[in-house]
């Protein structure tokens, strides 16, 4: 149980345009997702909290008008990078936290990370 | 920084030996958190520990915890190559909003 997958796991696209990257759990309803940014061998910093039915709450530095981000259900929740640039190039990656009553409150299930090339 | 900073950076081992990775931090937590990343993938979930306890274990996973020290380590007894990972401590302090800070990680290498 507690699957996160995401969507697409690779993409590259053109400078100046824009990409939507999905992130869903597939077996649990989660009220709040995170998304991460990850260079190469560098550790994941925290862009934006998602939680369902409001708007994103970004980490200082990351551009909300950048990466726009929407949890329409207790399932989804998308980033898009708009514009991209090849410096938006990174490893973006979704983790879901389920049912706060559970045990297993606190764990955090990642998404298998989504390779963004902007060329 | 809030961020919790691990040393060392890399660790290179022979199977059978045993890896410490240790990760100090600068603020009061409500928990911390080892994850494992393998190369270019998402992370893997490997032990909560809160900030009432001194001690977890999970399988041949020991991690330890001194707020007193605001350090952790984690310990993989009996390495095998498959343990070959990167490892990241992650920092909650959030108060309940399950907001992770990630450390730098150690990369870790296991040789048959």
């Known amino acids: 149980g507690a699957v996160v997958s995401q969507h697409p796991s690779w993409v590259i696209c053109k400078s100046g345009t824009s990409v939507k990257i999905e992130c869903r759990s597939l077996?649990?309803?989660?009220?709040?997702m995170f998304w991460y940014r990850q260079f190469p061998k560098q550790s994941l910093m925290l862009m934006a909290t998602?939680?369902?039915?409001?708007?994103?709450?970004?980490e200082q530095g990351v551009e909300k008008d950048k990466f726009l981000i929407n949890h329409a259900s207790l399932t989804l929740s998308t980033l898009t990078v708009t514009s991209a640039h090849p410096e938006d190039s990174s490893f973006y990656i979704c983790?879901?936290?389920?049912?706060?009553?559970?045990?297993?409150?606190?764990?955090?299930?990642f998404g298998p990370g989504t390779r963004l090339t902007v060329t | 920084s809030q961020q919790g900073e691990e040393d060392p950076q890399a660790l290179s081992i022979q199977e059978g030996e045993n890896a410490t990775m240790n990760c100090s931090y600068k603020?009061?937590?409500?928990?911390l958190q080892w994850y494992r990343q393998n190369s270019g993938r998402g992370l893997v979930h490997l032990i909560l520990?809160?900030?009432?306890?001194r001690e977890k274990h999970s399988g041949r996973l020991r991690v330890t915890l001194d707020t007193s020290k605001k350090s952790s380590s984690l310990l993989i007894t009996a390495s095998r190559a498959a343990d070959t990972a990167s490892y990241f401590c992650?920092?909650?302090?959030?108060?309940?909003?399950?907001?992770?800070?990630f450390g730098a990680g150690t990369r870790l290498a296991v040789h048959p």
């Open positions: 983790s879901a936290v389920g049912d706060l009553k559970r045990e297993s409150a606190y764990e955090q299930y």
């Open positions: 077996d649990f309803q989660a009220t709040t």
């Open positions: 998602s939680n369902e039915g409001s708007k994103a709450t970004y």
């Open positions: 603020t009061s937590i409500n928990n």
């Open positions: 520990i809160r900030s009432n306890e």
């Open positions: 992650a920092l909650d302090n959030s108060g309940g909003y399950n907001k992770l800070i």
